[in-house]
């Protein structure tokens, strides 16, 4: 028979990678990366589903030869892009629902990141 230090020793080590193993994907999805385009003066996509309850970046690059800009009342962000070049957005963790963006230069381009 095994000592109860021995089992209480396991069952501690058993509870600690099962931990280990159900955080692990959320690190994972934790810093995921999403991409926008802003192509012939539009948000391409124009929509972007992005999973609840993690941090996030958005990568909007800039295929026009103009600035551009990545701005969003809503969840207080306001970058510019210049022509053919890239930004990194920080954003998250986010709540369900929808929260627009807009280029300021161009009141046509716009654009929401859609949250489930």
């Known amino acids: 028979m095994k000592s109860p230090l021995i089992q209480t020793a396991r069952l501690a080590g058993l509870a600690l990678l099962a931990f280990c193993a159900a955080a692990a994907p959320l690190r994972a999805q934790d810093n995921a990366n999403f991409n926008i385009a802003i ?3 539009h948000f391409e996509p124009a929509e972007l589903d992005v999973p ?5 970046t958005v990568t909007v690059k800039n295929l026009n030869d103009t600035a551009a800009e990545f701005e969003s009342t809503v969840l207080n962000r306001e970058k510019v892009v210049v022509g053919g070049a890239s930004i990194t957005v920080y954003l998250g963790p986010l709540t369900p629902g929808s929260y627009e963006f807009f280029n300021d230069f161009d009141p046509d381009a716009r ?3 859609v949250v489930k």
């Open 39 to 41: 192509k012939e003066h």
């Open 52 to 56: 609840a309850g993690i941090k996030f």
């Open 111 to 113: 654009g929401h990141i």
